[in-house]
């Protein structure tokens, strides 16, 4: 299993105080502006491409700022979060973890069309034929989902998908990219953004640990 950082009873850096993202400058509809520069010469980036379906409608409002993940106390920013850490850590532990964990994101990514959920695509390439798509409330028992539940939303949805994807074959022409045997594991996974591509749709950006 590779290594990751552990950001516990780490201080918060003075550059992860402010809740700004150089990732929400700009955010075209159907082309996230991903970052060029890998934080890691292991990590690459999962070539994921909105559904035709998608990008042939008519938006009916501007996509909703993306929301962006990162680990207090991490040695740069735009490194993510290991998936496999969201999905066996509990909450309170999470809000060590994660910056602006507590943040209630749920109010802002519906509130262009008044929407209660959201739904996330994973279209992995050599897997579009799977056509995976997760709901997402946006408002729980206690209020507006949080950055930190967001998050573990994604990552149970990516592990979903990873046991279900293996059952599937993938397009020769995405091997490299298969999830089966000697493929791309969960573990590997590294959330790092949730952009919403149009109304209430939205794609993760996710890495790649190759080590």
Not at 93 to 109: N, P, Q
Not at 162 to 167: A, G, Q
Not at 190 to 199: E, F, K, P, T
Request: glycine fraction near 6%.
């Amino acid at each position: 299993m590779p290594n990751f950082f552990n950001p516990l009873h780490q201080p918060v850096p003075p550059t992860f105080q402010s809740q700004h993202s150089a990732l929400s400058d700009a955010c075209p509809t159907l082309s996230p502006p991903f970052q060029t520069n890998l934080p890691h010469p292991s990590f690459v980036r999962l070539p994921q491409s909105p559904p035709q379906k998608i990008t042939a409608a008519q938006p009916r409002a501007l996509p909703a700022a993306p929301i962006s993940f990162e680990l207090i106390g991490a040695p740069s920013r735009g490194t993510g979060v290991p998936m496999r850490e969201l999905v066996v850590r509990s909450g309170c532990v999470l809000e060590r973890m994660l910056v602006g964990a507590a943040e209630h994101v749920g109010a802002t990514m519906g509130k262009a069309l008044r929407v209660v959920r959201i739904r996330l695509v994973i279209p992995w390439p050599g897997y579009e034929h799977v056509e995976w798509i997760s709901s997402i409330e946006l408002f729980t028992s206690t209020g507006p989902l949080t950055r930190g539940q967001l998050a573990v939303d994604i990552a149970n949805a990516y592990h979903s998908f990873i046991m279900k994807s293996s059952t599937y074959p993938p397009s020769p022409l995405a091997y490299d990219w298969r999830t089966s045997t000697g493929g791309i594991s969960f573990d590997k996974l590294i959330l790092l953004a949730c952009w919403n591509l149009q109304d209430d749709v939205w794609m993760a950006e996710v890495f790649v640990d190759c080590r």
